[in-house]
């Protein structure tokens, strides 16, 4: 169950950490290993001065790391555990844990180096977890969510319906694309044009429609379509031979603006597009697609 250990009235200056505490305690239950949110709980538990509690998900945060083998995360994690866990018998020994999973993995990557070095391996490639699976496009989503709602953009209501819509939706087995933007249109789009203002402020990124765009096979094929359904992103044109303009649902997501460019092979210019329009683009690519492939397909003989 989730932990309420406390209340708060409507003036109290921690009021918000308090809402985003019992919301994202609702997603731990979901999801146990969201670190997202085991992050958020940290920082506000710390926030309102509940420290055995901050400390207590800053464990589970670690432990969730070292599953996912992401060793650049846990090694911004190790100041914090020392910071927090000092007196905390459960902090101590996560500290430990972590500290020790760090040293044997700086020992295998030193190993791999001389081993390449003296031509007795072939290199390496160091692999940790997916960082364009559904739970880091979830986990995304839900900090924009909660960026949205500090910033003054989400009232607390419509934050909570919002990251819990995001929730849902990453429980599907269907391949749909989980965005802030996407829910908020679904949900009647009130104050979408004013968030997608705020973000493309925020981040330099401009807002563009879609419908002026030919979608060329050459341009959209060169990311997979259930890559662009997944993480809210597509290719829509080229300039010169080295750059490609590329919409993004979350331009906040700098993982996969990194990914997009390395899989490109070019320089990206991110821009951001109404949901509907993103959505009505993917759909006029996969019909073309669709009659392509049946005008290739020969008629069953009479």
Known sequence: MAENPKTVSAGDDDSRAWEGIHLFERIVEAFPNDRAALDALTQAYEQVGERTLAVKHLVRLAE???????????????PRLKRLAESDGAGRGALARVTAFLANTARQEEAVVAANAGGSAAPVEKTGGDAMGRTAAV?????????????????????????????????????????????????????????????????????????????????????????????????????????????????????????????????????????????????????????KAAAATPAAPA
């Open 139 to 291: 986990a995304a989503e839900l900090s924009l969510a909660w960026n949205l709602h500090q910033s003054g953009e989400l009232n607390a209501e419509d934050y909570a319906k919002v990251a819990n819509d995001i929730t849902e939706l990453s429980s599907s087995d269907k391949v749909v694309t989980v965005s802030v933007l996407h829910v908020l249109h679904d949900r009647g789009g009130h104050g979408l044009d004013r968030i997608l203002a705020h973000m493309s402020k925020e981040n330099g990124t401009p807002v563009i429609p879609m419908t002026g765009f030919d979608m060329r096979e050459e341009v959209v094929g060169l990311l997979p379509m259930e890559y662009m359904l997944r993480n809210g992103v597509l290719v829509f044109d080229l300039m010169g031979r080295k750059d490609a303009l590329v919409v993004i649902m979350n331009p906040y997501r700098q993982p996969l603006r990194d990914d997009v460019c390395r899989l490109l092979s070019r320089h990206a210019h991110f821009y951001l597009t109404p949901p509907a329009e993103f959505d009505a683009a993917l759909e006029r690519i996969s019909q073309r697609r669709a009659e």
């Open 64 to 78: 969730a790391t070292m599953a996912d083998g992401d060793d650049a995360a846990l090694a911004a994690l190790e």
